[in-house]
């Protein structure tokens, strides 16, 4: 079977969009539906995998919808729904719970760093995220995903998924008229620059919306004056700037903000360097500033236009949900008939 060179990516609704969510994914997003057939999410069921309050969990929908539409995502070259609206999602989920083996989640290590010492406690959905997330993707026989380092083991878990089913079903598939493997082995998209933005005030952790200090996020909401507010009180050492990228070993918060920079001129760390090398921060810092108000500014006000009266954004997800579906019932039709289910 020859499967089409298609991409699906989601971003779940569980908090205000920031510069990392940017950076390491939607800005991604926007070339790849030039060059492949491209279906973008907001993967709203994995965010109620722990709780959320109903209102926020609407607005965060629209926020990241918003915000698809705002960096330049087209809803006539892209698929952009809500996971919600196609419950073919959770079809396929389950099933691929009884093709999934519990080792394989018990292995999964953000499992563990989100459940801690509560793990009795979680919810069942939390453990069984990863199947979900393979079910997103093969619903759609997905080729390529762009996803973060973080997501990598999830991934793998997907190729694992889709290997187990095709070799399980081998038999029917082919009785069923299809011809080689079922599912894709999906491959993962390269990593972009800064795909992991760190915070302003700890080079050491990554940006979050949970972070104890609002100076350490810029969220994609933020106007002009907050974006430049929060560059320049972000923590830096002593030191100017070095010529070359390996000048930044061992100082986080420089290697973090030069690499904002380059991932929002579009431009690699050494050129970066070899503009600001022996330049000190109040050099940097406020150009840094007046390039990120410059990026994000307008997409913000962007934003905001179409969050003030969201029904373009309700038509955005639902026609993206209708088209979404057409595809999706029609793997799920040929998987009800592989797995045996009468219709």
Same mark, same amino acid.
């Given at each position: 079977m020859a499967f089409t060179d298609r991409v699906f990516s989601g971003i779940k609704p569980s908090g205000d969009l920031h510069l990392g969510n940017y950076l390491g994914a939607i800005r991604r997003f926007v070339p790849l539906q030039d060059t492949h057939q491209t279906i973008y999410c907001v993967v709203d069921m994995h965010a109620i995998t722990v709780w959320q309050n109903p209102a926020d969990l609407k607005r965060w929908t629209y926020e990241i919808a918003a915000a698809y539409i705002a960096a330049g995502l087209d809803p006539k070259k892209s698929i952009i729904f809500n996971q919600s609206q196609?419950? &073919?999602h959770a079809e396929l989920s389950w099933i691929f719970n009884c093709v999934a083996r519990m080792g394989w989640? &018990? #292995?999964?290590?953000? @499992? %563990? $760093? %989100?459940? +801690?010492?509560n793990s009795e406690?979680?919810?069942? +959905?939390? @453990?069984?995220?990863?199947s979900l997330m393979a079910a997103d993707i093969l619903l759609y026989k997905s080729t390529a995903v762009p996803v973060g380092e973080d997501q990598r083991q999830h991934l793998e878990l997907?190729?694992?998924?889709? %290997? %187990?089913f095709n070799h399980d079903f081998k038999k029917q598939i082919k009785a069923n008229g299809h011809r080689g493997d079922f599912f894709p082995v999906t491959e993962t998209?390269?990593?972009g620059p800064a795909m992991r933005v760190k915070s302003l005030k700890d080079g050491s952790k990554k940006m979050s919306k949970s972070d104890a200090s609002d100076l350490s996020t810029i969220y994609m909401m933020d106007?002009? $004056?907050?974006i430049a507010k929060k560059i320049k009180r972000a923590t830096t050492d002593a030191d100017a700037l070095p010529s070359e990228e390996a000048g930044l070993a061992g100082r986080a918060e420089a290697e973090n903000l030069v690499g904002i920079y380059a991932a929002l001129a579009n431009r690699t760390v050494d050129e970066v360097l !070899?503009? @600001?090398g022996g330049q000190g921060w109040g050099v940097f810092k406020p150009a840094l500033a007046e390039l990120a108000v410059e990026k994000l500014a307008p997409m913000a $006000?962007?934003?905001? #236009?179409?969050?003030? $009266?969201?029904?373009?954004? &309700?038509?955005?997800?639902?026609?993206?949900?209708?088209? !979404?579906?057409a595809i999706a019932e029609e793997t799920m039709q040929a998987v009800r008939a592989i797995v045996g289910f009468v219709r």
């Amino acid at each position: 079977m020859a499967f089409t060179d298609r991409v699906f990516s989601g971003i779940k609704p569980s908090g205000d969009l920031h510069l990392g969510n940017y950076l390491g994914a939607i800005r991604r997003f926007v070339p790849l539906q030039d060059t492949h057939q491209t279906i973008y999410c907001v993967v709203d069921m994995h965010a109620i995998t722990v709780w959320q309050n109903p209102a926020d969990l609407k607005r965060w929908t629209y926020e990241i919808a918003a915000a698809y539409i705002a960096a330049g995502l087209d809803p006539k070259k892209s698929i952009i729904f809500n996971q919600s609206q196609v419950i &073919e999602h959770a079809e396929l989920s389950w099933i691929f719970n009884c093709v999934a083996r519990m080792g394989w989640m &018990e #292995r999964m290590t953000q @499992f %563990k $760093d %989100k459940a +801690g010492a509560n793990s009795e406690n979680v919810s069942l +959905g939390l @453990f069984a995220y990863p199947s979900l997330m393979a079910a997103d993707i093969l619903l759609y026989k997905s080729t390529a995903v762009p996803v973060g380092e973080d997501q990598r083991q999830h991934l793998e878990l997907t190729r694992d998924i889709a %290997k %187990k089913f095709n070799h399980d079903f081998k038999k029917q598939i082919k009785a069923n008229g299809h011809r080689g493997d079922f599912f894709p082995v999906t491959e993962t998209m390269a990593a972009g620059p800064a795909m992991r933005v760190k915070s302003l005030k700890d080079g050491s952790k990554k940006m979050s919306k949970s972070d104890a200090s609002d100076l350490s996020t810029i969220y994609m909401m933020d106007d002009a $004056d907050l974006i430049a507010k929060k560059i320049k009180r972000a923590t830096t050492d002593a030191d100017a700037l070095p010529s070359e990228e390996a000048g930044l070993a061992g100082r986080a918060e420089a290697e973090n903000l030069v690499g904002i920079y380059a991932a929002l001129a579009n431009r690699t760390v050494d050129e970066v360097l !070899a503009e @600001f090398g022996g330049q000190g921060w109040g050099v940097f810092k406020p150009a840094l500033a007046e390039l990120a108000v410059e990026k994000l500014a307008p997409m913000a $006000d962007e934003m905001r #236009r179409h969050l003030e $009266d969201p029904t373009e954004i &309700e038509n955005i997800l639902r026609d993206g949900a209708g088209r !979404a579906r057409a595809i999706a019932e029609e793997t799920m039709q040929a998987v009800r008939a592989i797995v045996g289910f009468v219709r």
